[in-house]
């Protein structure tokens, strides 16, 4: 297995590898991924940005050297796991910001946990789940979905890169490939 990271969502086994061969681009990943879930936290829990940059930095160190370590072995999703470090810093940090000497456990059961903890990784589950079902969708369906929901691009714009008579033929077509999409999407989710 290669330490290079070479498509948008790495498995965990991969950023693992990836931090023990000094990789910044799986720094980056783990960056642009996880930081929004984490400080949706913070922001959600009496903090602010800085907060959150001053956790999410603090949890990124945490897992560095615990994987640098040796004795590292993942139990649950690895966003799961930093979510929990972060979780536990930042609980830490409002005790010790406290006037009071208040237990942590006395916050955990008041404490605003993104309930779509679950949520994210069913979600997650899903957009892989859409992901295969869109590269066994084929051409021309493939492109002209990924054109109009993830570019943006006008019904014209597909109707002239595809050479259709007219912008309705492209939305009848972009209907029937939407259908064979859901298709292949709820037969794969049931798997």
């Avoid at 139990?75 to 006037?99: A, D, E, M």
């Avoid at 589950?125 to 992901?131: R, T």
């Avoid at 929901?149 to 077509?173: L, P, R, V, W």
Wanted: proline fraction near 2%.
């Amino acid at each position: 297995m290669s330490s290079k990271i070479n498509y948008s969502k790495p498995t965990d086994n991969e950023i693992i590898l990836g931090i023990l061969n000094n990789s910044s681009s799986t720094l980056q990943y783990l960056y642009k991924a996880y930081f929004p879930m984490v400080y949706q936290l913070i922001i959600n829990n009496n903090g602010n940005e800085d907060d959150a940059k001053d956790i999410y930095q603090e949890g990124i160190i945490i897992l560095h050297d615990k994987i640098k370590s040796g004795d590292f072995e993942l139990t649950s999703k690895l966003k799961t796991f930093l979510y929990s470090v972060c979780r536990r810093l930042w609980l830490k940090k409002l005790n010790h910001k406290s006037r009071f000497n208040v237990n942590i456990n006395d916050y955990e059961d008041h404490f605003v946990i993104e309930p779509d903890l679950a949520n994210h990784e069913e979600k997650d589950q899903q957009f892989l789940i859409m992901d295969k079902a869109l590269l066994q969708l084929g051409e021309p369906c493939k492109t002209i979905i990924e054109d109009f929901y993830i570019h943006n691009k006008s019904m014209q714009d597909i109707c002239e890169k595809f050479g259709y008579t007219n912008a309705d033929n492209a939305k009848t077509q972009k209907y029937k490939c939407l259908q064979r999409l859901k298709k292949l999407f709820f037969s794969k989710e049931k798997i």
